[in-house]
């Protein structure tokens, strides 16, 4: 790693498009491996971090260089120069840790192996029994037929605990929200909108509702006090800290499915 002396003023340098600072060696393999360097590789300016460094965004998967304010683009490109072959690395790694929800593929819905099959004979446009979700329709909606019965069967889960939940400590919730964060399972507004991802409902029983136990909690605590976190054990049968670690540990491969494009 590249250490650099901190410099006065630190104003961060100007963003550049990617093309125009990858090395042309790094540029030419990756494009005969067939990634996209512009979706690959991704620059993050920071104030606070004292050396330019490079990290595996399992969740955007992409490789991101940190590049501090003190840094020069010259200093980056060399940086990126040397580590060529672990940028390379890192990017085929993750690109083939990336599952699409198609038919043949498989996935975790409650913790528990799915096989997606494609099949004309459904009276809706999915069925899930035995270990298999059947899906209808043809296979290039596949993907995103997956991911919308997913989308409604995290709500479905979520749904029920969130408001028994509440209703235990005497709180409403105003309205519960499935999406697709990067950067959180789940959240709670002071007007008392509580959000998820979707994928949750790929993650075990017990560690789905630690997460709707916390947001539940955050309706009386909206910080992580000892009280916080006191009612949040109360709410769940799971053992907090180790569904914590669970997601720390397990959480970025419910990153990895993909419905629609990669
Ligand atoms: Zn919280």
């Given at each position: ?7 006065a ?26 990634f ?5 590789l991704?620059?993050?300016?920071s ?14 998967r992409?490789?991101v ?6 840094a020069?683009?010259?200093?980056a ?16 790694q993750?690109?083939a ?8 593929e498989?996935?975790?819905f409650?913790?528990?192996?799915h096989?997606?099959?494609?099949t ?22 596949i993907p ?7 989308t409604a069967?995290?709500r ?17 919730i ?8 990067h950067?959180r399972?789940g959240?709670c ?6 959000s ?25 605590h ?11 054990q109360?709410?769940t ?26």
């Amino acid at each position: 790693m590249l250490f650099l002396k901190k410099r006065a003023p630190q104003s961060l340098p100007e963003s550049k498009p990617v093309l125009d600072w990858l090395p042309q060696t790094l540029a030419s393999s990756l494009a005969a491996a067939g990634f996209d360097a512009e979706q690959a590789l991704a620059v993050k300016h920071s104030t606070r971090a004292r050396r330019l460094s490079l990290r595996a965004d399992v969740k955007a998967r992409r490789v991101v260089l940190t590049f501090p304010a003190a840094a020069t683009w010259r200093q980056a490109q060399e940086f990126v120069n040397d580590q060529q072959r672990w940028i390379l690395s890192q990017i085929r790694q993750l690109s083939a840790a990336a599952v699409m929800l198609q038919d043949g593929e498989s996935f975790p819905f409650l913790g528990e192996q799915h096989l997606i099959s494609a099949t004309g004979k459904l009276r809706g446009a999915a069925e899930r029994r035995d270990g298999v979700l059947y899906m209808a329709g043809a296979p290039e909606h596949i993907p995103r037929r997956v991911r919308d019965y997913l989308t409604a069967q995290a709500r479905e889960e979520i749904s029920w605990r969130a408001r028994e939940k509440a209703e235990s400590i005497g709180r409403k919730i105003s309205r519960i929200r499935i999406g697709d964060p990067h950067s959180r399972w789940g959240s709670c507004s002071s007007q008392g909108v509580l959000s998820f991802s979707w994928r949750l409902v790929m993650a075990p029983e017990e560690m789905l509702d630690y997460v709707v136990a916390h947001e539940v909690a955050h309706l009386r605590h909206m910080d992580h006090s000892r009280d916080f976190w006191t009612l949040c054990q109360s709410l769940t049968q799971t053992n907090v800290s180790k569904s914590r670690k669970w997601f720390k540990v397990e959480g970025a491969k419910l990153f990895s499915y993909h419905g629609g494009t990669i």
